[in-house]
């Protein structure tokens, strides 16, 4: 036990002490503090401002003023500003102010710049890490033609709840999947070198338990117990922090009473002192300035005092620190130390990606021209959208269609949405080049003849087009309905408390299933909806999401054939708004749920589990698991115990199947989960080939934070569950044996004005 947990907290270390060398190197360090010593405190100041774009008819530019403002030396980056050409000419002028400090560029570049990847809940849906992060590296490559050097992305909100509308921008709600995926995002807009010219800042967002959001409604407080804040919704900031992460975005929520742009104890404290992160955190829109409504400050100058003290180093929109604190600082309420930190990181930032060598470098016409929209990132798109759609139902066979059907009907105003087609936050993804669902059909079936009516709309209960939809669904050998909401029906702020199918859908289901044709359902959305109303009365169903420029494509390969889906939910798809919070990670409670035993935890007029698990997801073919074994009965904190089991193709088609490994720990002296992801891993079978899959299970996958804030792992009985979704698993049983208590306890380094306690020392593993 001590090996190991000794051996993962020094990886840890050296990870992040890597990142600091390379961020810090004597050179950068010499540099920034040379140009720290010469800059006036407007100066300083002006660094840490981040000043929003406007869209105009030339695309995003700098808002009114801002060139004179960038002259003048107050502006230390901006936000929804690009294009290769026009962020040439900013750094042109930003080269004419007194200290010629190169401007840093900012975006949401989210699922692709302008080709669009899959929203990233669907990208999530894929389990392939290797994809989502190649994903990511095309955005990068797009994106920095444009002259970007920073994307508010990956989101690595962990989300249990499906009302929250910003639950299709993170990876779902498990956070062993999250912290591969956020990992693997980080990667892919980082590279392995920031100074590269199509590499970029990558920022894990929002900090932290912004997914927790009471009642699923955005920006609520998350009332969250500290260890489900480090079991749950911490992980995957520390795993895109462990790959490197070089910039943090604070959340709008509260926690614990604390505004997490006043926080720090969450900034200073977990994030820099704990972490050893010394990456740039830049607040989210006027999160600075929100402080005020939170009411833990009286006025926006105070609002920036706390900001920069908890650790925000850029204010984003709202120019408090601009406006308000320079007399502050010459009054000393606010120290110069913390001003001069918060400016040497944005310095370090713009050092690293190479701009004081060269500000032009990210802002290059030629490869703009060329890379944007380039056939192999789209095709990496289609690819990757492919692998996205989740197959929730297939009965007797429904799919794939045959290409030799003769008349197939498409009804659904989204089949032809180009805009919900790409989803939400597409940069400069544009409609009128997305495939929508209806275009794919079209181009994969040319033979056939497709009718389209638009059926309804999600957003009106306008019933007029139901007729029109009955009429071309007669006339056809199979109906593809797609239905679902629309892009602005989830993403910030549109949480919903019914998440059913909105507008008039539902009732179309019912009219165009009355037909008696064979109806396939193609569900669109960012969130899984609560289709319990109709899902036993289709036949199949897929889960589409977004999927981005290639979307219609990508279904088309699926509807027939020419892909076989694999994709596997990363949420919980409930029966109904009214269960949630919902997610397979929950705790067993006293009186866990007995269909006839009244006294336990359900509900009377709904059953309390999913309509489809997390981790479900259905192909073509067959998958059996056989023969599950482990390397041995028992364990010691310090080995690895092997898993393995052997997975067949029992169907007569090639396929893949993601194999999923779940543990849970028996007893512990907190409650544990009734089951945790701890590993996966994406196979591609042959009809009839087996494949053995080995999963090791180390101290790390066992371990948990006690009600001390210890990371711990506790000997007793754990059971092993290997199957093909967090449902339909195979069981195993093994023992950790070792009689005593581990415990890793971490002593933030020296933090000017730390002062929340953590107990222990630095690495340090104890058993007892
Ligand atoms: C969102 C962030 C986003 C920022 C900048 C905010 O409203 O919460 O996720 O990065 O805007 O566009």
């Known amino acids: 036990m001590m090996a190991r947990l000794a051996i993962v907290c020094a990886a840890v270390l050296v990870s992040a002490a890597s990142v600091a060398a390379q961020a810090r190197g004597p050179r950068a360090t010499r540099f920034v503090d040379s140009l720290v010593a010469r800059m006036t405190l407007d100066e300083k100041l002006g660094q840490l401002t981040q000043v929003p774009g406007r869209w105009g008819d030339t695309g995003p530019t700098v808002p009114e003023g801002g060139q004179e403002e960038i002259r003048r030396g107050q502006v230390g980056s901006f936000l929804g500003v690009f294009g290769a050409g026009y962020t040439r000419r900013m750094q042109e002028i930003a080269l004419q102010s007194r200290l010629k400090i190169p401007l840093l560029f900012a975006h949401d570049v989210i699922h692709g710049f302008r080709t669009i990847f899959p929203v990233s809940i669907a990208e999530a849906a894929s389990w392939d890490p290797e994809a989502v992060e190649r994903s990511a590296r095309i955005a990068a490559i797009e994106a920095t033609a444009a002259g970007l050097h920073w994307t508010f992305a990956p989101m690595v909100d962990i989300a249990r709840d499906a009302r929250w509308g910003r639950i299709v921008e993170g990876a779902g709600e498990d956070p062993y999947l999250g912290s591969i995926m956020a990992a693997a995002r980080v990667r892919g807009f980082q590279g392995t070198d920031l100074s590269a010219s199509n590499t970029m800042l990558a920022t894990a967002k929002h900090f932290v338990a912004y997914g927790a959001a009471e009642g699923g409604r955005d920006y609520n407080i998350a009332d969250v117990p500290e260890v489900t804040l480090r079991d749950i919704y911490l992980p995957p900031f520390h795993a895109a922090v462990d790959a490197g992460a070089r910039s943090v975005m604070a959340s709008f929520n509260e926690v614990a009473g604390v505004p997490v742009h006043a926080s720090e104890r969450l900034i200073d404290g977990v994030l820099r002192a704990e972490w050893g992160w010394n990456g740039l955190l830049v607040s989210d829109w006027t999160g600075v300035l929100e402080l005020v409504p939170h009411g833990v400050a009286a006025d926006s100058a105070a609002a920036g005092v706390l900001a920069l003290r908890a650790g925000v180093d850029v204010d984003m929109v709202s120019r408090i620190y601009l406006n308000k604190l320079s007399p502050l600082v010459r009054s000393g309420r606010v120290a110069m130390r913390d001003v001069d930190a918060a400016v040497r990181r944005v310095l370090h930032a713009k050092y690293e990606l190479g701009l004081f060598t060269d500000p032009y470098r990210y802002s290059d016409t030629t490869r703009e021209r060329q890379t944007l929209l380039a056939a192999d990132h789209r095709a990496a798109a289609r690819e990757l959208a492919r692998k996205a759609i989740v197959l929730l139902k297939n009965e007797g066979r429904t799919l794939p269609l045959a290409k030799s059907l003769g008349t197939i009907a ?85 949480n919903r408390a019914f998440i059913g199918l909105p507008g008039a859908q539902e009732g179309l289901v019912r009219a165009v299933r009355a037909t008696g044709k064979p109806v396939v359902v193609v569900l669109m959305s960012g969130r899984p909806l609560a289709i319990a109303s109709f899902a036993d009365s289709v036949p199949a169903i897929m889960n589409a999401w977004y999927l981005g420029t290639e979307m219609g494509n990508a279904v088309a390969d699926v509807l027939f054939g020419d892909a076989n889906p694999s994709g596997k939910l990363p949420v919980t798809m409930a029966r109904t708004a009214g269960q949630m919070p919902l997610y ?50 028992t364990m010691r904190p310090g080995d690895t115990l092997v898993v393995s089991v052997d997975v067949t193709n029992t169907g ?107 107990k222990g020392r630095a690495g340090g593993v104890t058993c007892r």
Request: proline share 6%; charged share 25%.
């Open 584 to 633: 397979y990670n929950h705790k067993n409670t006293g009186r866990p749920p007995v269909v006839d035993q009244k006294y336990t935890s359900k509900y009377i007029d709904v059953p309390w589990t999913p309509l489809y698990p997390f981790g479900h997801g259905l192909s073509y073919t067959t998958f059996t698991y056989r023969n599950l074994r482990l390397s041995a009965p």
């Open 652 to 758: 007569d088609r090639a396929g893949d199947e993601v194999v999923q490994l779940y543990i849970r720990d028996e007893v512990g002296t907190l409650t544990r989960p009734v089951k945790e992801l701890r590993g996966f891993r994406r196979l591609t079978l042959q009809p009839g080939e087996t494949q053995s899959v080995s999963f090791p299970l180390g101290a790390k996958d066992l371990a948990f934070h006690d009600s001390a804030l210890d990371l711990v792992i506790e000997p007793g009985f754990f059971r092993v569950y290997v199957g093909t979704s967090s449902e339909r698993v195979e069981e195993a049983r093994f023992e950790l044996v070792d009689a005593r208590r581990c415990t890793k306890r971490v002593l933030p380094r020296a933090v000017p004005r730390f002062t929340w306690p953590v």
């Open 410 to 494: 498409v009804i659904g105003s989204l089949a032809t949405d180009g805009r919900s087609t790409n989803g939400n936050w597409t940069a400069a993804g544009r409609p009128e080049e997305a495939v929508t669902v209806l275009d794919g059909i079209r181009r994969a079936v040319p033979s056939s003849r497709v009718v389209y009516a638009r059926g309804a709309d999600s957003a009106t209960a306008d019933t007029s087009g139901f007729a029109e939809a009955v009429r071309v669904a007669r006339e056809a050998d199979a109906v593809v309905l797609v239905v679902g909401e629309h892009q602005e029906q989830s993403a910030e702020a549109n």
